[in-house]
């Protein structure tokens, strides 16, 4: 099994900055695709950023300028960098990763959650 331990969430004013982590962890051969998704009380999850193998980003409108994606493979750990905070980013953000297991097939994980509230 593999699994995803995030941190870094809390309760910040308009215009704060957090750093979120998400550090996999178990039978992995090697991971292919990282992101971050978030979903607020009443709608759908949506994609923030991911990363693929090689570095290519993609960010969902809002947040661009303001976050960013960043990896380090040696700790299979995935980090969204907020700056400038809304309080319409008020969600529960959640780590996705896309792994190759040891049989080398292809498996997402969701990690847990990691709640981000920002005040006006």
């Known amino acids: 099994q593999v699994q995803l331990v995030e941190s870094g969430g809390g309760l910040v004013q308009a215009g704060g900055s957090l750093r979120l982590s998400c550090a996999a962890s178990?039978?992995?051969?090697?991971?292919?695709?990282m992101g971050w998704y978030r979903q607020a009380p009443g709608k759908q999850r949506e994609l923030v950023a991911t990363?693929?193998?090689?570095?290519?980003?993609n960010y969902e409108e809002s947040v661009k300028g303001r976050f960013t994606i960043s990896r380090d493979n040696a700790k299979n750990t995935v980090y969204l960098q907020m700056h400038s905070l809304k309080p319409e980013d008020t969600a529960g953000y959640y780590c996705n990763v896309a792994i190759s297991n040891l049989f080398r097939v292809r498996v997402n994980y969701w990690g847990q959650g990691t709640q981000v509230t920002v005040s006006s």
């Open positions: 178990g039978s992995i051969f090697s991971i292919n695709n």
């Open positions: 990363m693929d193998s090689g570095g290519t980003t």
